[in-house]
């Protein structure tokens, strides 16, 4: 197990069409601990995709909840969203963007199914930040980025402001107390419906 790197935009990996898994074997469980491994690394991180860690795999990591119980902890292998509701413009985040915010329409609720660590497969319905989230890591795999997702550069894409003596995260929450968000999918909140 170990922390990788993060890929940053324009690392061509990010653009690459992740192959489905086959083989559930010990390099499986390997990428998916050290995906795992980076995921609880990454402040305010909530999801992350095989690409970002340069493989090129249809695996996810995901969890939006407090990262000391890990309660909505999901490894989620071969995802294909089944049903989406309609869609709401959200602000979110990406570890490979770290400097920008980019306001996207996505579903709020979708229905996906995904097979699981122990290669049984699961069906899902989320919605809110974690609706948002499964939409935005699964565009990974399909090399698929936030900046492909957005309407306007100049309204939609938006840089990160510092917040003065407490390194690059902000609040988008207007709540001070709320963890930095550096994120990989965050911020529900809905800034136009
Ligand atoms: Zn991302």
Request: hydrophobic share 35%.
């Amino acid at each position: 197990m170990a922390i990788k790197k993060v890929l940053r935009a324009p690392h061509p990996i990010l653009r690459e069409l992740c192959e489905p898994v086959t083989h559930w074997d010990s390099s499986l469980y390997r990428l998916i601990d050290d995906m795992t491994d980076t995921l609880y690394d990454a402040s305010g991180a909530v999801g992350l995709a095989a690409c970002q860690i340069g493989e090129t795999a249809r695996v996810l990591v995901l969890d939006i909840s407090s990262k000391t119980t890990r309660e909505d902890y999901k490894v989620l292998i071969n995802p294909v969203i089944i049903e989406a509701s309609r869609k709401k413009t959200m602000r979110e985040g990406c570890l490979s963007f770290p400097d920008y915010l980019a306001s996207i329409k996505r579903a709020t609720k979708v229905t996906f199914s995904a097979y699981d660590r122990d290669q049984n497969e699961q069906i899902y319905t989320v919605q809110g930040l974690e609706a948002i989230c499964i939409q935005h890591e699964i565009d990974h795999l399909d090399g698929i980025l936030m900046i492909d997702r957005i309407n306007s550069l100049k309204t939609d894409w938006i840089r990160r402001q510092a917040r003065p003596g407490n390194g690059d995260d902000l609040q988008m929450t207007g709540n001070a107390d709320t963890e930095a968000e550096s994120i990989e999918t965050v911020i529900p909140e809905i800034i136009e419906s």
